[in-house]
Nanobody, 120 residues
Framework: QVQLVESGGGLVQPGGSLRLSCAAS????????MNWYRQAPGKQRELVAR???????NYAPSVKGRFTIARGNAKNTVDLQMNSLKPEDTADYYC??????????????WGQGTQVTVSS
């Protein structure tokens, strides 16, 4: 019914930048929040950034000031601009959306993940 597809991961040197994008498609009535999570090897998945339908944003302390989440130009898309990347940012990054399928059904959906590696 709903698919989230991420793109933009890859290998980057410390101090570099990457831009991740996520597109949600399918039977979507409205989206409450779109979020980026990450999971490093051996660690729990953590929330990196969130944007609400009203445009409010929240960031994990570890990325605040370096990462920026924003709605994409296309409907139901979100971007994560990552600057000043550090080796500890290395992880699989997942797009997540809390959305309404219609006036009654609400659900949370995940993308398949995209790998970000920060290394020299």
């Amino acid at each position: 019914q709903v698919q989230l597809v991420e793109s933009g991961g890859g290998l980057v040197q410390p101090g570099g930048s990457l831009r991740l994008s996520c597109a949600a498609s399918g039977s979507i009535f409205s989206i409450n929040t779109m979020n980026w999570y990450r999971q490093a090897p051996g660690k729990q998945r953590e929330l990196v950034a969130r944007i609400t339908s009203g445009g409010n944003t929240n960031y994990a302390p570890s990325v605040k000031g370096r990462f920026t989440i924003a709605r994409g130009n296309a409907k139901n898309t979100v971007d994560l601009q990552m600057n000043s990347l550090k080796p500890e940012d290395t992880a699989d990054y997942y797009c997540n959306a809390d959305l309404w399928l219609d006036s009654f059904r609400r659900g949370t959906y995940w993308g398949q993940g995209t790998q970000v590696t920060v290394s020299s």
